[in-house]
């Protein structure tokens, strides 16, 4: 049974940083591309980021690139998120998952596992 802890979520000031952690088990970590997702009130929940398993190639919504730095370490069975210059529109609640991508730019849960999430508040 796949779980996905999430941690790290805050309540933070526009242009401030967090770092999002996920830790993985009930899977072999390392043979799957793993990723981020995001809900926010009222809104559908939308891709943020994916590092893959054998290149480490890293993919980023377009609202968040050059903000967010996704990393893994296979090791800890661990994803991270880190977010610098935060702004109010980042404010959601975020998801790892193991994902895999359509068409190369639609990406979905492949496991269809989701973990609690963690709740990122950013104030303006």
């Known amino acids: 049974q796949v779980q996905l802890v999430e941690s790290g979520g805050g309540l933070v000031q526009a242009g401030g940083s967090l770092r999002l952690s996920c830790a993985a088990s009930?899977?072999?970590?390392?043979?799957?591309?793993m990723g981020w997702f995001r809900q926010a009130p009222g809104k559908e929940r939308e891709f943020v980021a994916a590092?893959?398993?054998?290149?480490?190639?890293?993919y980023y919504a377009d609202s968040v690139k050059g903000r967010f730095t996704i990393s893994r370490e296979d090791a800890k069975n661990t994803v991270y998120l880190q977010m610098n210059s935060l702004k109010p529109e980042d404010t959601a609640v975020y998801y790892c998952?193991?994902?895999?991508?359509?068409?190369?730019?639609?990406?979905?849960?492949?496991?269809?596992?989701w973990g609690q999430g963690t709740l990122v508040t950013i104030s303006s």
């Open positions: 998952a193991a994902v895999a991508t359509r068409f190369g730019t639609l990406w979905y849960n492949l496991l269809d596992a």
């Open positions: 009930g899977l072999i970590f390392s043979s799957y591309t």
């Open positions: 590092v893959r398993h054998s290149s480490g190639s890293t």
